[in-house]
C-alpha cells in the first residue's frame, strides 16, 4: 500500500464533503470514555466505515465515529473510538487517523486514554497529565517510506507531549473535581495486561502508567508538528500492584464512574488551548 499524500487526501476529502467548517482542535477519546462526545454541540456524526481508507475500531467500547462540532466554543473534531496494533492493524497503518485530521486544519490534539498505574501515589479515578512515554514494543507509526509532506525522515520527540499544553492541564485542574498528575506513560502492545514482571519492570524505568494505546498516535503527531496534550484516565492499579486478578470489566466500570467529571475538565481545556 502507498501511503502517500493522496491516500490520505481521500479520506480528509471525503470529510469536507460532510462539514462546513475547519476543526480547530482533534480529540481521540479512549476506552469508555465516550460519554464526552454528548457534550458536542450540533454535532454532525461521520461513521468510520464511510470514510475512505479509513479503519474500523473493533473494540466493543470505542463507538467507532467522528464527531464534528463545537465545544466550549471551540470547533473540534473528535474520534470517538480508536485504533491498536492488538486489533490486527500494522503499525503503519495507524498513522491515518492524525494524518487526515492534520489534513482537515486541526491544529491541536488532544489524546486521552485508560491506563493501569505503576506509580502506588496514584489510584482509580485520577487523570494523569503524560509528560512523556517509553515505547520499548513494536514498530514505529513512521517506518517504511516517509512522506515529506507531513514531516521529515528523522525528527526530534524531546517535546512531543508540548510543556505548554502540559502546563495549561495543570493549571485547569485546580479547579477540577480530579486529582490530577503529571507522569510518565509506558506503551504495551497487549491485548493480553502486562505481568507483574512487566510491572516491576515498568517501574524501575519511570513509568507512573500503563496502557496500550496512544503512543503511536503521538508519534504521527510529533511527525506532523502538531501541539499535542495525552491524558490518561487512571481505571485500575496495574498488574501486582494489588493481590487481585485484572479485567476488561473493572477498566469499564472505572471510566464509566470518571465520565462525567473527566468531561468537565475537558471542556475546561478546549475552551483555553
Known amino acids: 500500500m502507498a501511503y502517500n499524500r493522496e491516500y490520505f487526501q481521500a479520506s480528509a476529502d471525503y470529510l469536507r464533503t460532510q462539514v462546513d467548517f475547519v476543526p480547530e ?33 473493533t473494540v466493543a467500547s470505542h463507538a467507532g465515529k467522528l464527531i464534528f462540532g463545537t465545544v466550549a466554543g471551540r470547533k473540534v473534531v ?8 492488538y486489533e490486527g492493524y500494522r503499525f503503519e497503518e495507524l498513522v491515518i487517523p492524525i494524518r487526515v485530521l492534520k489534513l482537515l486544519g486541526v491544529k491541536s490534539v488532544i489524546l486521552t486514554n485508560a491506563a493501569g498505574a505503576v506509580n502506588r501515589d496514584y489510584r482509580p479515578g485520577d487523570v ?27 525528527f526530534d520527540v524531546s517535546r512531543m507531549y508540548t510543556p505548554e499544553l502540559r502546563k495549561l492541564a495543570l493549571d485547569c485542574a485546580k479547579g477540577a473535581s480530579l486529582r490530577v498528575h503529571e507522569g510518565t506513560y509506558m506503551f504495551f502492545p497487549g491485548p493480553q495486561f502486562e505481568t507483574p514482571a512487566e510491572i516491576r519492570a515498568a517501574r524501575v524505568l519511570g513509568a507512573d ?7 503511536t498516535e503521538a508519534l504521527t503527531a510529533a511527525h506532523c508538528g502538531m501541539p499535542l496534550l495525552a491524558l490518561s484516565v487512571i481505571t485500575n492499579m496495574a498488574a501486582g500492584v494489588l493481590d487481585q ?3 476488561a470489566g473493572e477498566v469499564d466500570e472505572a471510566a464509566e464512574k470518571i465520565a462525567g467529571p473527566f468531561s468537565d475538565y ?5 475552551a483555553v488551548i
Do not use: W
Open 25 to 57: 482542535i482533534g480529540i481521540v477519546l479512549g476506552s469508555c470514555l465516550g460519554p464526552f462526545a454528548q457534550t458536542i454541540e450540533n454535532p454532525v456524526v461521520v461513521d468510520y466505515a464511510g470514510i475512505p481508507h479509513f479503519l474500523l475500531s
Open 78 to 85: 473528535c474520534m470517538s473510538g480508536r485504533f491498536h496494533s
Open 128 to 154: 494523569m497529565v503524560i509528560q512523556d512515554h517509553i515505547k520499548l514494543n513494536g514498530d514505529s507509526p513512521l517506518r517504511g517510506p516517509n512522506v515529506e509532506d507531513f514531516g521529515p525522515r528523522f
Open 209 to 215: 502508567a500503563v496502557g496500550m494505546s496512544t503512543v
Open 245 to 247: 486478578p485484572l479485567s
Open 266 to 270: 475537558m471542556k475546561t481545556m478546549v
